[in-house]
């Protein structure tokens, strides 16, 4: 790169001197006939036609020239480019272990979501947003065990011009872009409300170039670097937003906000992914591509095509963004300039066969279909899943506040105790059973919402029993659980004892439904990783943390332990999420079971007849004491009249 302030741009290079003093040899200088100026043909097609016009040797025939003129070289230049191409995607296959899966689509459809569910990843560093574009910088997502780092590469000061300037310039029509950032700097764009900014083919991208333009002082010092990588980890992780996103509507209303994304090219992520299923699995989130125009976008795709095998191109199911348009139209073109096939990620299905694929499904793109907005079609529980989510809020709080201690204090104990103990590994080893252990107590608090689900499902059964109004007079208002005992103890009282009702709804009280009984032992593998020692490959354990007694040694163990506990706090949510029926199913066979038992079973009809009867006065009070009276009436008459008898 030149000195600051210019643009690197290429250069003229003279060819190679071979000969003494630097002067070129005779076999390098170029041939030519006498009087003839000569010059190497550039091309397939200039080649042939080149040997077709040399003069034919005396007797020779032009039939060779006229075969050679004939010969297919156009349709034969595509065959041959992807030819030459692939030992270099050989290569480069060969080097990876993953697949790497690129993820595109116009803006705001959702693929930074996609790609946080898959690596664990927060807003902090794989930022999403809605109604306005967010991300602006290309990522590539790794799992790396160990590591939580950005690699950012920013632009040379030609990837600049070529990215923003350029591309633009082109497609307002305007002269070729400043070589240099003093010219840059200087260059008059038309204001708004001016005639000249009125008049632009686009007044979008002309407002782009005055903002870069403006913000310019926020990055330059980035492009200075010469295109050499630097590394966000530790605390500056998390400020990794700042390099790769567009900048708020809040900061661009309060001025000229910093701008760093315009100076990064590239952005490599590796962190440890959440799910050990998903490691050999990388991740590509691109930009939203196929907007105005593509030279503007091109650059993000620029060197995909030995690293991406598959490209799902995201659209969004919600009205003016389901069906195919133009910008796709776009998207499609630019990403099939790789080797990636892309996939289309779809809603409706019908209008992607119908517009892409030629009225045959999948002949072009392959489509996936995901009704996320219906969850609840797959059996989800959505107050299950908001009582996961707030516990995993709270474990996750604890984590990110020091692990319950503070990461200032804990780095002082973890440095003391590997001073004393002439190493790290028994501080670790406890801390990381402090921390097991405190994860599996915190999500036992799920257990308040399991005891308030059971009490419902109590009531609703009271509810439906007192429903005819004659069961309520014997619950005395008793709710819930007091009221099924209640039932229960007068089911076992009754003067006419109802043992089949009395189980039933002892049965009904019996079920326990608790995280340390159902759920625990289903998430306890996702604690496995919060140990010392790890299973490896030969069937063997291996020490996974080790690291120097030093203060840079001790913070580097609290990044790698703090990073296991939430690590494996996103694993056992995804458990408990998978989870989301089994609370329903133990309650939905035990409020079965007390139906069949109570209204079903051969002893069910005699038993409420049996109830009935011992309890009828509370029932019904006043039609039997009316009865009682007549019978009282009658009886008195009887044995009147088995007295006159009598005395006769």
Not at 100 to 106: A, C, D, F, P, Y
Not at 394 to 420: P, T
Not at 485 to 504: F, I, K, S, W
Request: hydrophobic share 40%.
């Amino acid at each position: 790169m030149g000195r600051r302030g210019e643009w690197d741009l290429s250069r003229t290079r003279s060819p190679p001197s071979c000969g003494p003093g630097g002067n070129t040899c005779a076999a390098c200088a170029p041939r030519s006939s006498p009087g003839t100026a000569r010059t190497r043909p550039s091309t397939p097609a200039s080649a042939i036609t080149h040997l077709a016009e040399a003069p034919h040797p005396p007797g020779g025939s032009s039939d060779a020239a006229d075969r050679l003129t004939a010969l297919p070289v156009a349709n034969a230049r595509a065959g041959v480019t992807d030819v030459l191409g692939q030992p270099g995607r050989v290569a480069t296959g060969v080097g990876r272990t993953t697949v790497t899966i690129g993820v595109s689509g116009s803006a705001r459809v959702g693929k930074s979501s996609l790609l946080q569910s898959t690596s664990g990843l927060a807003d902090a560093q794989l930022p999403t947003g809605s109604g306005i574009p967010v991300t602006a910088v290309r990522s590539r997502i790794h799992h790396v065990v160990g590591r939580r780092r950005a690699v950012l590469e920013p632009h040379t000061c030609t990837g600049f011009r070529a990215a923003h300037p350029r591309p633009r310039h082109a497609a307002l029509g305007l002269p070729d872009a400043p070589t240099g950032v003093a010219e840059f700097r200087a260059w008059r764009y038309p204001a708004p409300g001016e005639r000249a900014h009125a008049a632009a083919a686009h007044p979008t991208l002309l407002n782009d170039l005055r903002e870069i333009q403006a913000t310019l002082p926020s990055y330059v010092d980035f492009l200075d670097r010469g295109g050499g990588p630097f590394e966000l980890d530790g605390d500056e992780f998390d400020r990794l937003r700042e390099y790769v996103t567009y900048p708020v509507v809040a900061a661009k209303r309060a001025g000229d906000p910093p701008c760093k994304h315009l100076a990064v090219r590239d952005n490599r992520i590796e962190c440890a992914f959440p799910h050990p299923d998903l490691a050999a699995i990388g991740g590509c989130d691109l930009p939203g591509i196929g907007e105005i125009t593509l030279d503007a976008d091109r650059h993000h795709v620029t060197g995909l095509r030995h690293e991406v095998d598959v490209v799902l191109l995201v659209k969004r199911a919600v009205e003016g963004m389901a069906y195919r348009g133009d910008a796709d139209a776009r998207a499609v073109t630019l990403l099939n300039t790789g080797d990636g096939t892309p996939t289309l990620v779809a809603n409706p299905r019908d209008d992607v066969t119908r517009k892409l694929n030629e009225g045959s499904a999948d002949l072009h793109l392959q489509v996936l279909e995901a009704d996320a907005a219906n969850r609840q079609a797959d059996g989800e529980d959505p107050a299950y899943a908001g009582a996961v989510d707030a516990v995993h809020e709270d474990v996750l709080a604890w984590v990110r506040n020091g692990l319950g201690v503070g990461r200032e204090q804990w780095c002082r104990d973890a440095l003391r105790s590997a001073i004393r103990d002439d190493g790290g590994a028994a501080f670790t080893g406890r801390e990381l059973n402090r921390v097991r252990v405190e994860l599996s107590t915190r999500f036992a608090a799920l257990d308040r919402f399991f005891h308030d689900r059971v009490e419902l499902v109590w009531q609703q059964a009271v509810t439906g029993l007192a429903t005819e109004g004659e069961l309520r007079d014997l619950l005395d208002d008793r709710t819930g659980a007091a009221a099924l005992r209640h039932l229960a103890d007068l089911a076992g009282d009754a003067a006419e004892p109802c043992a089949v009702t009395r189980a039933a709804l002892d049965d009904l009280l019996g079920p326990r439904l608790d995280y340390r009984t159902q759920l625990h032992p289903r998430v306890r593998p996702e604690l496995d990783g919060l140990h010392l020692q790890v299973a490896d490959d030969r069937g063997g354990a291996t020490v996974q943390i080790a690291v120097p007694s030093t203060p840079d040694g001790v913070a580097e163990l609290f990044r790698i332990v703090s990073e296991l506990a939430e690590q494996a706090t996103f694993r056992i949510r995804g458990a408990l999420l998978r989870e989301a029926a089994l609370p329903g199913q133990v309650l939905f066979a035990a409020v079965e079971q007390f139906d069949d038992t109570l209204i079903r079973s051969g002893d069910a009809h005699r038993e409420i007849r049996q109830l009935a009867r011992s309890y009828r006065d509370r029932l019904w009070p006043a039609e039997f004491d009316e009865l009682d009276g007549a019978n009282a009436r009658v009886a008195g008459a009887a044995a009147a009249a088995d007295l006159r008898g009598y005395d006769r």
